[in-house]
């Protein structure tokens, strides 16, 4: 391996990860996310409601919100204050899609849990930092459900968790931080669950088209960071 990474991190290595929990007196469930220089607040609020479409199902229902702080970067980025961007709005899709994934909604009620994922500090990874953050922060929101009696088990079915991977200088590489996505010539976000199942695999090539050798190579490497990162939340949980 040639190239060589700005933070002397080997190729298969994660950033220097660290979540913790309750960090709201007020959320149902809370945890700081810090992934290198990306800092994620994420809160998980309880709502005894659910959308239209959903009243009178006997199902519940977990969405999410993403925003950005306006100096999150190194130049100030405007509040979207009107609608979400179109970036946001595909963040935020995506991190509420993942949480779905591992929730039985059936067993949640009709109750609502909301998500929110708030960058105050972003070096690259904020997708995926927001849906591992958001992972903790959802699994307090349930323990508190069933140790109040509201629900008879936690919904949680799994572990969710994400990690970017990309290849920087033709070589395979996990957990881009900012500088190396920039340069990156692809660029890949990968979800999965705590059996090993994917939810979502964003992958585009910036430059260079990759090889189905090259995706396996780094599917591999997410694999073992997602490994790494369920350890994280663990920890966070059970700490």
Do not use: H
Request: net charge neutral; with cysteine.
């Amino acid at each position: 391996m040639s190239y060589e990474r700005t933070d002397k991190r080997t190729f298969d290595q994660i950033r220097n990860t660290k979540i913790t929990p309750n960090i709201s007196p007020y959320a149902e469930g809370s945890a700081l996310i810090e992934v290198g220089g990306t800092k994620v607040i994420c809160t998980a609020t309880v709502e005894e409601k659910v959308p239209f479409f959903l009243r009178n199902k006997g199902t519940g229902w977990v969405t999410a919100e993403y925003a950005m702080l306006p100096r999150a970067t190194n130049t100030r980025t405007q509040r979207e204050t009107q609608r979400p961007a179109g970036r946001t709005q595909e963040i935020q899709r995506l991190i509420g899609r993942s949480l779905r994934a591992v929730v039985d909604t059936k067993l949640l009620g009709e109750r609502q849990i909301f998500l929110d994922c708030d960058v105050i500090q972003a070096d690259g990874g904020t997708r995926c930092a927001s849906i591992t953050g958001a992972y903790v922060a959802l699994a307090l929101a349930c323990r508190k459900l069933v140790k109040n009696g509201n629900v008879k088990m936690s919904p949680l079915i799994s572990e969710v968790a994400a990690v970017s991977v990309g290849i920087v200088e033709g070589v395979p590489i996990l957990d881009l931080a900012y500088i190396e996505d920039s340069n990156a010539e692809v660029d890949m976000n990968i979800v999965c669950t705590g059996a090993g199942k994917f939810i979502e695999i964003q992958g585009t090539a910036e430059r260079e088209p990759f090889t189905r050798e090259q995706m396996n190579e780094m599917l591999a490497l997410a694999e073992k960071g997602i490994n790494d990162l369920f350890m994280v939340q663990r920890n966070a949980l059970n700490g």
